[in-house]
């Protein structure tokens, strides 16, 4: 069984950083793109970035709303996605998902997402 | 940026009714094209992907078309579990997805 777990979450002030973490298991995770997608509170659904698997380079794809802020990094070995997210500011205040591509660019597995508050 | 628009906002439909929802992109995008439900306090869940496609485990009621800018996800008949928000999502340009469409219980 596919399952993401996202930690790292938390109440940051302004401008500071924080690093969430994605540890996945019941699929060879080196095999996949894998993806953040935020969710401010009452809101909708905003994509963040994906990280392509190491055979398509390990490349990293990014929302203009974060580039530049934030980063995207995988551990094979671990089995663990990064979002190193830094200059944070209170539009960045989301729960935070972890999703896994499917053999198409599509997000086909979730996890059950951590809240990013940024608040003074 | 390609920008997706759902309608209605909300829906109001009684369990065994038909739900037709909408979403429409600003510029093509082929039939790369994805549909999700959210419940309350859940992560989001892949229902269709390449516009008419059901995800794995996905009932036969849940039913996606369209192709281009215009796109249709119907529930056939309303079951009490499918009372939740539906967001399109278009993968041709990375991603983007949606404001949402809201099913409720009239």
């Known amino acids: 069984e596919v399952q993401l777990v996202e930690s790292g979450g938390g109440l940051v002030q302004p401008g500071r950083s924080l690093r969430l973490s994605c540890t996945a298991s019941g699929f060879t995770f080196g095999d996949y793109a894998m993806s953040w997608v935020r969710q401010a509170p009452g809101k909708g659904l905003e994509w963040v970035g994906f990280?392509?698997?190491?055979?398509?380079?390990?490349?990293?794809e990014y929302a203009a709303s974060v580039k530049g802020r934030f980063t995207i990094s995988r551990d094979d070995s671990k089995s663990i996605a990064y979002l190193q997210m830094n200059s944070l500011k209170t539009e960045d205040t989301a729960v935070y998902y972890c999703?896994?591509?499917?053999?198409?660019?599509?997000?086909?597995?979730w996890g059950q997402g951590t809240l990013v508050t940024v608040s003074s | 940026e390609i920008v997706m628009t759902q309608s209605p906002a909300t829906l109001s439909v009684s369990p065994g009714e038909r739900a037709t929802l909408s979403c429409r992109a600003s510029q093509s995008v082929s039939s790369n094209l994805a549909w999700y439900q959210q419940k309350p306090g859940q992560a989001p869940r892949l229902l269709i992907y390449?516009?008419?496609t059901r995800a794995t485990g996905i009932p036969a009621r849940f039913s996606g078309s369209g192709s281009g800018t215009e796109f249709t996800l119907t529930i056939s008949s309303l079951q009490s579990e499918d009372f939740a928000v539906y967001y399109c999502?278009?993968?041709?340009?990375?991603?983007?997805f949606g404001q949402g469409t809201k099913v409720e219980i009239k």
């Open positions: 999502q278009q993968y041709n340009n990375w991603w983007t």
């Open positions: 390449g516009a008419s």
């Open positions: 999703t896994r591509l499917l053999s198409i660019a599509v997000a086909g597995y």
């Open positions: 990280i392509r698997s190491k055979a398509y380079g390990g490349t990293t």
